[in-house]
Every structure is written in C-alpha cells, then in structure tokens.
C-alpha cells in the first residue's frame, strides 16, 4: 500500500481486528521511533489492540540509547572553565554518574540549549574567548544539521568550535536486535523520519535477511494504527514485504544530497548503545579531514565507562525485554520529577509517556 488515500482511524482499527483474527499466534510488532513510541501511548492505541498482538517500544529514543558515559563526558566538558556547552533540552536532565548537565548549569557551568545547531555555530562566533562545544546527539535524521555546523565552523575558520559527536545508525541497531534473540519480533512499524533520509528502499535488508514485514509509517495516531494493520494483515498471511504507508513524506532512495553531506564529514564507528552495547558499525566519528572540529580529540577525552544506574532497566525497556512497570524504581524514585534513567526524561521517553499516559499501561504490559 503506498497511496495518498486519507487515513481513517476507525477503519484502520477495524482492519486491524479483522486481521487478528486471522493469527495462528500471538504476534510482536516494535516500532523504532521514538514519536511512535510517544503517540501510541498518547492515543491509547495499545488499549484499542487486540490480545494478541502487541506494540513493542524499540531504541528510537535518540537520548535514551546514548550510553551513560557519553552523558558524563558531556558533563564533564560542563565543568572544564572557559568552555560552553551547547545542546538540546532533553540532554540537560539525564542523570550521568555525577549529576546532570542542568546541575552543572546550576553551579555555574555555562550550558546552553539550542534549536539548531547552527545556533552553536553563532555562540563560538560571538565569544571567541570561549571553547564551544556541540553535545550532538541523534539518527540519521539529525546528524545532517550537525554535518552542516561541522562544514560551516571549517569555512570560517571558527577554532574555538567543536563537536561531541553521539550519532547513531538505525538499521544496524534493528539487526542486532534480530540477532540478539532475546526478545521475539514479529515485524517492524519503521520510522518516518529517519526513512525520509535513507529512504524506504534501506529497510529492504531486514525482509529479505529475517522474512520479517516492514512498515513505514507516519506519525499521527491513525497512521500509526494504519500502519500496525497492515503489518498485522501481513503476518496473517505469511507475507514478508516493505510497505511504504508514508509516501508523501518518504520516497525509495531517500534524501542523497543530505547523505552525502553526511558522508563528508562522518565516518562509520564502532559504538555502544544503552541496551545494546557495542555494534559494529552503528554510529558515526568525525572524519580525520574535520579533526580539527572534534571535541573528543581536542580535549583528549579518554575511554568512557558505561556503567547504567543501580536498579535502572532503561535499556532492557528501549529494546522490548520489558516494559516500564517491571522495573523496581519507576514510579517510585524514578519520576519525571526525579528521573533515574533517560527513558523518564526525553520527550520520546517509553517511561515518561508510560508515566503521563496511563490508559496504556495494563494493554502493553500484558
């Protein structure tokens, strides 16, 4: 299905109880995005989904899959003198082994959010004095802003402009996640975001390795449920195949002016995620070319240490081995308030959007 018809939300419902029907077994779908993730919850769709089939939140949480020591390096930037830290709001208030970036803020530190990276960019310019530092964190869908400041800063020469780079791979995320084996997946209900970069065509790996379905969907709640259908309607009948329910946003090759700015500065890295742990390949590292602009080389930050919160499940919770209610600490010392682990901080958090939405919670934790 890949036409522009509009979405009915009853319809899509509709169709995805039909399709239910038809199981032999109870399936698992998992969305990889973390407005999936949110709007699902939102909408109550999990309550709306029959017994035997269940929406998995996966790691498309940028904040939340970035491992505890990149947060401590960020904040161990924060508390050099004379440097500036700049960064989206959702990083102030993720806890690092000592404290947060806000906490630094309070002290004296001087971090800063941003709504674009070019913002960053303007900072060093204006303060010449002063080490700037970019704490970047995302997916393909962000990291050409970052390549853009990366460039900008080179062709103007900005010496006192650097960048934490913290940017990740999806695909490479979904395929360890097949191969781990510790959580059974049925299919995936694909980010839109991230396939207007890539395009849909990049999701074709997944069906032909696992013969699993793959579904691009948009974000609103019916498209969401449309397209938590039509991936229903596909394990029914035993069909493996990428379907595009977001054409007008996601076309087959994606945005190739964007990745191949992308390509100019970053390189593929080794990284650890939170819950995944190191993945070949999955992230990105500046290029030796824009060095110069690296904020790891230039205050020779050392090797992190990734040790995760005492009790804190975020990463289990980010890759479908359990859901919020299981872990110990949440809503208990663990609050949007009082937030232990990312995944009760970030906007697109599964445990804030457990938390504030609770007509989710019996539907998804069955």
């Known amino acids: 299905m890949t036409g522009r018809r509009a979405v009915d939300g009853r319809e899509a419902i509709g169709r995805l109880v039909a399709a239910a029907g038809g199981l032999s077994r109870g399936v698992a779908f998992m969305e990889v995005c973390g407005t999936h993730t949110v709007n699902a919850f939102r909408s109550g769709l999990h309550s709306l989904t029959p017994g035997n089939v269940r929406l998995l939140s996966g790691p498309g949480c940028p904040v939340c899959v970035t491992a505890q020591g990149e947060i401590d390096r960020m904040i161990s930037l924060a508390g050099r003198g004379g440097v500036t830290v700049c960064t989206y709001g959702d990083l102030l208030r993720v806890p690092g082994s000592g404290g947060t970036l806000e906490e630094a803020r309070s002290r004296g530190a001087d971090v800063r959010i941003i709504y674009s990276t070019l913002d960053a960019v303007a900072a060093a310019r204006k303060a010449p004095e002063r080490e700037v530092v970019l704490a970047a964190v995302g997916f393909e869908t962000t990291t050409p802003a970052t390549a853009v400041a990366i460039r900008t800063a080179a062709g103007e ?192 958090g599964t445990c804030g959007a457990w938390f504030r939405y609770g007509s989710g919670r019996k539907a998804a934790g069955r």
């Open 157 to 348: 020469g900005l010496d006192n402009f650097s960048v934490l780079a913290s940017h990740k791979l999806v695909i490479p995320a979904m395929h360890a996640l097949l191969r781990g084996g510790k959580v059974a997946i049925d299919g995936f209900l694909c980010p839109g975001h991230v396939a207007i970069m890539l395009g849909a065509d990049a999701f074709g790996p997944i069906v032909a390795e696992y013969g699993l379905p793959c579904v691009i969907a948009g974000f609103e709640d019916v498209q969401i449920a449309a397209g938590l259908a039509r991936l229903t309607e596909l394990a029914a009948t035993g069909v493996a195949a990428l379907e595009n329910q977001y054409p007008q946003a996601v076309t087959a090759k994606g945005n190739e002016v964007a990745r191949r700015m992308v390509a100019e500065v970053f390189e593929p890295a080794d990284v650890v995620w939170r819950g995944l742990g190191m993945l070949a390949g999955s992230g990105l590292a500046i290029r030796e070319e824009y060095g110069a602009w690296d904020a790891a080389k230039r205050f020779e930050l050392g090797e992190s240490h990734n040790r995760e919160p005492a009790g804190c499940r975020c990463g289990e919770v980010i890759t479908g081995r359990c859901v919020p209610s299981d872990c110990g600490l949440f809503g208990e010392s663990c609050t949007p308030t009082h937030p232990v682990g990312p995944c009760m901080v970030s906007a697109e």
